[in-house]
C-alpha cells in the first residue's frame, strides 16, 4: 500500500491495459497501423484515451477541440465517445499524418463527427473565436507544439462553456520539467505553463501522472 502514486513497471503497466481497456477494433487497429511509424511516440497511450472518453461522456461533452492530431488516435477516441450530433474540431499542420487516420475515422463511423482543420492551430482557434463560437464548447484536448501550449490553454479558455474541461497532454515530459537543468524551449514551455495553472483561479485543477502527465482544467 501506498499514498503515493505507483511507478508502473512495464508487467504492471500491461496488468492495467489487460484489466481496462475496452478498445473499439480501429482503435486498435489504427494504434497498430500507427506503430511502425517513425513518431509513434507522439500518439497518445490507449490508457489515457480511456480516461478522456469517460470524462466527455460524465461532462455530457458535444462541441469539443483537439489541437495536435497525428494520425487521429485521440480524434477517434474522443469522437467515439460523442453522441450523434458531437463534433471534434481537430487542428493540424499535416496533410500527411492526419490522412492515416482518415480510414479508420470512416469504419469506426464517426468520420461525419471530425471536422479537421489544416493550418496553424492558433489560427483556426483565432478564427472561431472570431465567428462568435466563443463560450461553445465543452472539452478541449491540447497535445500539439509546446512552446504554443499557454497560447492554446488561453483561446481554450475562452472557447469552453464554464464548466468546460481542457486536457492538456505531455504535461510532465517525461520527467524533465522536473529537473532544472533542462532549460530546451518545449520543457521551459511546459515547466512555465505548470507553474502558472498552478495558481489560475479561472480554473479547478488536477495534474494526473498517466501517460506524459495530463492536465485537467476545469473552467470556472
Ligand atoms: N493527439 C495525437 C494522438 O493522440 O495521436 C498526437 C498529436 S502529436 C503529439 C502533435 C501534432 O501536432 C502533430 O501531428 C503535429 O503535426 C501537430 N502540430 C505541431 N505544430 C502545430 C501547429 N502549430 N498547429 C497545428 N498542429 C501542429
Ligand atoms: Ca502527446
Redesign the pocket.
Given at each position: 500500500m501506498s499514498n503515493r502514486t505507483l511507478i508502473l513497471d512495464s508487467i504492471l503497466h500491461q496488468y492495467l491495459l489487460d484489466q481496462s481497456l475496452r478498445e473499439h477494433p480501429q482503435q486498435a487497429a489504427l494504434r497498430e497501423a500507427t506503430r511502425a511509424h517513425p513518431l509513434a511516440r507522439?500518439?497518445?497511450s490507449p490508457e489515457q484515451g480511456e480516461l478522456m472518453q469517460l470524462l466527455v461522456k460524465l461532462m455530457g461533452a458535444r462541441l469539443t477541440l483537439e489541437i495536435?492530431v497525428?494520425t487521429g488516435y485521440?480524434a477517434l477516441t474522443v469522437a467515439l465517445a460523442l453522441p450523434p450530433d458531437g463534433r471534434v474540431l481537430a487542428c493540424d499542420l499535416s496533410t500527411e499524418y492526419t490522412a492515416l487516420g482518415l480510414p479508420f475515422w470512416e469504419r469506426a463511423g464517426v468520420a461525419g463527427k471530425i471536422e479537421l482543420v489544416l493550418g496553424p492551430a492558433l489560427a483556426t482557434l483565432d478564427a472561431r473565436l472570431g465567428r462568435g463560437e466563443g463560450g461553445s464548447y465543452d472539452f478541449a484536448f491540447i497535445?500539439a507544439d509546446k512552446p504554443n501550449y499557454d497560447n492554446y490553454y488561453e483561446r481554450c479558455l475562452q472557447l469552453l462553456r464554464p464548466g468546460g474541461l481542457i486536457a492538456i497532454?505531455?504535461v510532465l515530459w517525461s520527467g524533465r520539467v522536473a529537473r532544472p537543468a533542462e532549460l530546451d524551449p518545449d520543457t521551459a514551455a511546459l515547466r512555465t505553463l505548470n507553474a502558472k495553472l498552478h495558481h489560475d483561479e479561472r480554473v479547478d485543477l488536477a495534474m494526473v501522472p498517466i501517460?506524459?502527465g495530463l492536465t485537467l482544467a476545469r473552467k470556472r
Open positions: 507522439m500518439q497518445s495536435g497525428f485521440s497535445d497532454d505531455n501517460g506524459d
